[in-house]
């Protein structure tokens, strides 16, 4: 008896889970991935996900979302009655990626067992040209510095490799190519820091060169390069937007020496402008300074902004003298409003 009770309650609990599992919206797909194999870079392939909705209630699908910009999916419509079969196209474009892909696309429907559904795609992008890396980035090159980076270019599906018209397009990086053998060059970049501008902690540039791929005729890479100057403010700019009238408001500056031996501060000066209601800009003197040397080559420079300053919006920059021989002036952007 007690084992037929027992298996009763089993049939009971199992047709009580087919049944909430029968109920509303369910959505089955065919497959939930999908492999192009190998692809030529710049092609642009497409797919079909085939789907049903197997529930006993509309099917609702409110929002079909990518992995990255490089795919597009959407479905024929958004509402499928029950038995109705749908799809949603897929379509990546390979122009931007080299090598193994993988993304993917998230179905958010009223399927309350699976509400996100995640489909992928999978790829391997072959190219004519590999470059290694594709984009460089320098750190702490200093201002008194040259050096030279290198980047590798193969050819992975041509017989022989052919480069010409290698440029920068910014003056402080000089680029040219070297022939290795058939298949491979070296882009020889030669960065000469004493050319970016003064003050400027960042410089950015492109190199870019041809080839005889009929798919990769122009190649460019993106070239970032961090500079070391002499003397350094954390944060590099100061921002004091929503300030209420009649309240103080400070922010302390780190500035730093890398030339060694003692760093001073010897003067400080605010070159800032305010106008109210978008008035013509007038100068004003709403800010005061204070100097608290930290170590050697260090200090810290408390910016203090008056509660006797009006309404406006203000922008301009701190002027900060130095006994750097290299860099004895540096200028920190200073922006913001009084409400």
Known sequence: MLRKSIAMIG????????????SGAKIEFENVLHEFGKIEKGSKVETVFKFKNSGSATLEISDVSTSCGCTSAKPEKTSYAPGEAGEIPVSFNSSKFTGPIEKKITVVTNDAANPRFV????????????VKPSSVFIQKLKRNEKMNHEIVVTAEQLDKLEISEVKSDQPFMAAKAEKVDDKNYKIVLTFDATQVAKGESRAHAIASFKTNSKTQSEISVPV??????????????????????GT????????????????ELTSVKF????????????????FSSEVSPESVDAANLRVMLSDKATKGRFQGHIVITTNSKEMPE??????????
């Open 271 to 286: 070159e800032v402008k305010m106008s109210v209601d978008g008035s013509d800009e007038k100068q004003v003197d709403i």
């Open 248 to 263: 103080p408001r400070e922010v302390t500056l780190k500035v730093i020496g890398t030339e060694g031996g003692k760093l």
């Open 224 to 245: 970032n390069v961090q500079i070391e100057n002499p003397v350094s403010v954390s944060p590099t700019s100061v921002y004091m937007f929503g300030t209420k009238e």
């Open 11 to 22: 049939m009971v609990v199992s047709f009580g889970l087919w049944a909430q599992d029968a």
């Open 119 to 130: 489909l992928t795609i999978k790829a391997d992008v072959m190219v004519d040209v590999s």
């Open 330 to 339: 540096v200028k920190v952007p200073i922006r913001g409003n009084i409400i």
